[in-house]
């Protein structure tokens, strides 16, 4: 089939895709008037609107990406001499089977993993190349004769063309392209839990929006239901890959840091380093444990309840007695409370009919609400209040050595208490790891909602706290862990997965590396890796499928003039181009690079970015800003897609 005969075809699935959205539209207005009630009506509306915006919003043209062709053999199976087209989104005419079928619909998966050696059925796999600009064209395709052994791997024209191509805006999707070890992972089942190491640039974070976008695919129903939550390091990546999702027809998933997910409101304060190691560690959870228990108590007296003519009673070792059996089936806090007020209407329930009476359902209630029983609860396993007990902690030496003796030395409890208390819990402000804090507390009272699926960008960089408030919310769910030990900059960075998993909650998920890299061309990456010795952590290095790419490592007497004359050099090019320097530098460099191109980046920020061209100015000072300093650098300096100019003044490098 030549390509004219394909671009006929392409006018055909134009077509049908302009009588889908036609019938979407049609059936809003409709919908609107036909569903039984209003309730029925609002949702079915909502849903048709937003098929209607996906629709209508996806790029005009690129329609389909590829091409099977299944031999008449045996191994083709029920496929035996089909042919498919792949794209985004299923396409279908008024009748008929689709004309387009879904990336993530079982058929597609041969279109990434078939291979010579293994070619299940498939004949002939091709490849469409498009125009980059829209509208887009279709420019060509390339074809691998599976059957005559032709392969093309990281070879294909076509892949070369996508990964080299200019960043402009906001991350885009890989459909065209994953690659089998990508795919496997992006196709691994619902419940299955995954860890990816991957070097720079592997398609970590590719892998795992894909993963996200295959499972609603695959399990619609269930994840509308529970939902599905990405969590990225911080705003700046999350606005760099908010577009993937909803290009690949997603627009459900929640895409959050964590700390956004953990509240709503920003940190008042910074830790002092001493604290902070100290409120991320896991032996946090076991003080908070220790708190909450510490606040239940055996009641002195036993309760008597005026009931019409009666007294109910229920003695002080009987409930002792429940406090005890309650506690040992170490149920959430705030779920002990309840099974303790339950327990004891259940004994002025059977005082009750003792008298030959017998309670109804109100009466239960209104007893379990009734003043003697509360004032027992209260006193005896009180409610809790996260902010009210993590203040109490921080402000009141011996309550806290009460909870954290024996598990924090002196020196680390001393480290979180207050030198000057807030006036009231409600004028407290805590910092970004009390946030944490009160959510384990909070957790440990009441289990919160959970995720279907959670996928974690960056999460070598969690603490063992943070991690925690993550296993909480994926209890009932998988989790997808991307990360890269190399890449850890945070105190608290992990030295192994396995531990890290343990913490997240899946302790058995399996450890898979990607080690191919797709951002970062091959000389850049092997001028990054010569860091890799000087960390602390070892990862399987990755290599670069990009054999283009310039590197550029200057002594320069001025770094910020020299930064402004490599921005100005950089302009004449195509692509997004990056300033990236230590924190403490980035005023000095602000007025010398104005251009709305040029984005100018502290180095802490750069976590996840890409850009076409990269300019790092005095790496010795970014190395020298924290102490994972070598991390943070290794970070900077593989944000390259294409170029990257490395700016110092000092004499080795
Ligand atoms: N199979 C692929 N085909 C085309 N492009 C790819 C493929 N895999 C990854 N890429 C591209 O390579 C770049 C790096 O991918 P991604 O950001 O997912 O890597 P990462 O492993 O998360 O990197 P880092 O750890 O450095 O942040 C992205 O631009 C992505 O689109």
């Known amino acids: 089939m030549d390509l004219a005969a394909e671009r006929e075809f392409l006018d055909r699935v134009k077509r049908a895709r302009a009588w889908m959205l036609d019938h979407a539209r049609m059936r809003v207005v409709t919908g609107d008037q036909v569903a039984g009630d209003r309730y029925t009506a609002e949702t079915l509306g909502r849903m048709l609107k937003s098929y209607v915006k996906e629709l209508a919003d996806e790029p005009d043209g690129a329609v389909f990406f590829g091409r099977l062709w299944f031999g008449d053999t045996e191994d083709a199976g029920d496929h035996r001499g089909q042919r498919y087209y792949i794209g985004r989104r299923r396409i279908t005419e008024e009748q008929g089977p689709p004309l387009v079928i879904d990336w993530r619909a079982p058929v597609s998966a041969l279109f990434y993993q078939a291979s010579a050696s293994d070619r299940r059925g ?3 796999r091709r490849r469409y190349g498009w125009t ?4 887009v064209h279709l420019t060509g395709f390339e074809d691998e004769r599976l059957d005559r052994g032709e392969e093309l791997g990281t070879a294909s024209r076509l892949l070369t063309e996508e ?22 992972l992006v196709r691994a089942d619902l419940d299955q839990s995954l860890c990816v190491q991957g070097g720079p640039g592997t398609g970590k974070t590719a892998v795992g929006l894909h993963r996200a976008a295959y499972l609603l695919y695959a399990h619609r129903r269930q994840l509308k239901r529970t939902g599905v939550l990405v969590i990225g390091p911080n705003p700046a990546f999350l606005a760099y890959i908010s577009a993937v999702l909803p290009a690949l027809g997603e627009v459900d998933v929640q895409q959050r840091t964590l700390e956004g997910l953990l509240s709503e409101k920003a940190p008042a304060r910074v830790d002092d380093d001493a604290a902070a190691l100290v409120k991320h560690d896991a032996r946090m959870a076991e003080v908070v444990r220790r708190a909450l228990a510490g606040l239940i108590s055996a009641p002195t007296d036993g309760i008597v309840l005026p009931d019409g003519s009666y007294r109910l009673r229920v003695t002080a070792a009987t409930l002792v007695r429940e406090i005890t059996m309650v506690r040992r089936e170490e149920l959430p806090y705030g779920v002990g409370r309840e099974r303790f007020r339950t327990r004891i209407v259940a004994h002025l329930q059977r005082e009750l009919e003792y008298h030959g009476e017998s309670p109804i359902r109100k009466w239960l209630d209104k007893t379990g609400r009734s003043r003697p029983v509360v004032a027992v609860l209260d006193a005896c396993w009180p409610k809790v209040r996260p902010e009210q007990l993590l203040h109490d902690l921080y402000a009141d030496e011996k309550f806290l050595a009460r909870a954290a003796d024996g598990i924090l030395t002196e020196k680390e409890q001393a480290a979180l208490l207050w030198t000057r208390p807030p006036r009231s819990v409600k004028s407290a402000k805590w910092t970004a790891a009390d946030l944490v804090l009160l959510d384990e507390i909070a957790g440990a009272v009441e289990h919160p909602d959970g995720f279907g699926h959670i996928v974690v960008d960056e999460a070598q960089d969690l603490s063992p706290m943070q991690c925690r408030a993550l296993a909480r919310r994926s209890r009932h769910g998988a989790l997808t862990v991307l990360g890269d030990l190399a890449q850890g900059t945070s105190p608290w960075a992990a030295a192994d997965w396995r531990a890290q998993l343990g913490h997240l909650g899946k302790p058995d998920a399996p450890i898979t590396a990607l080690t ?3 951002r970062v061309p091959a000389v ?3 001028y990054a890796n010569r860091l890799l010795p000087l960390m602390r952590t070892t990862v399987p290095i990755a290599r670069s499928v990009r054999g283009d790419g310039e590197l550029d490592v200057r002594r320069v007497a001025d770094p910020v003039a020299a930064a402004v004359d490599r921005v100005r050099a950089a ?3 195509e692509g997004s181009i990056a300033v990236i320097a230590a924190d403490a530098r980035i005023a000095e460099l602000g007025a010398a690079v104005l251009d709305e191109r040029v984005t100018l980046l502290p180095a802490t920020m750069a976590k996840g970015l890409e850009f076409d061209h990269v300019v790092v100015v005095e790496p010795a000072e970014i190395v020298a800003a924290e102490p994972r300093g070598a991390h943070r650098l290794y970070v900077v300096l593989t944000r390259a897609v294409t170029r990257l100019d490395v700016l110092h003044s000092g004499a080795e490098h």
């Open 132 to 135: 980059n600009r829209t509208p």
């Open 524 to 526: 850049v990456l092997s």
């Open 571 to 573: 302009l004449t090019r």
């Open 163 to 184: 990964i080299e191509r200019p960043r402009v805006g906001p991350m885009r999707d890989i459909v065209a392209t994953i690659q089998p070890e990508q795919d496997d």
């Open 516 to 518: 191919l890299g797709f």
């Open 122 to 124: 498939v004949a002939v």
